[in-house]
């Protein structure tokens, strides 16, 4: 039995095995009112991705990002769109201005 349990985490994380995913760096702008923001990743499929609170002037990294067109959303901030690839980290502002 273990022996097919070692052969099933091998076969599942192997060499050739491909992160389908990749990370966003997301920085609410220091303009932005004085509290955290409840700052949320949304997969293309609408699927809320990720989620982290972040004060104004910080930034927040965010892994386990599924490839693709995301949006990046909190509350009384402009909503952000950016691609996501395994190679780069995409970065993305939150503003109150622009919408």
Excluded: I, W
Excluded at 10 to 32: F, K, P, W
Aim: charge should be negative; aromatic fraction near 6%; charged fraction near 15%.
């Amino acid at each position: 039995m273990f022996v097919l349990g070692a052969a099933a985490v091998l076969t599942l994380a192997g060499c050739g095995a491909h992160d389908s995913t990749g990370q966003v760096a997301v920085t609410v702008s220091s303009n932005a009112a004085d509290h955290p923001y409840e700052v949320k990743v949304f997969a293309s499929t609408g699927k809320l991705s990720e989620h982290q609170r972040v004060f104004p002037g910080g930034t927040a990294t965010f892994a386990g990002v599924p490839l693709g067109e995301v949006t990046v959303r909190a509350n009384e901030l402009c909503a952000q769109k950016t691609t996501v690839t395994n190679d780069e980290v995409a970065s993305v502002t939150l503003t109150t201005t622009g919408c």
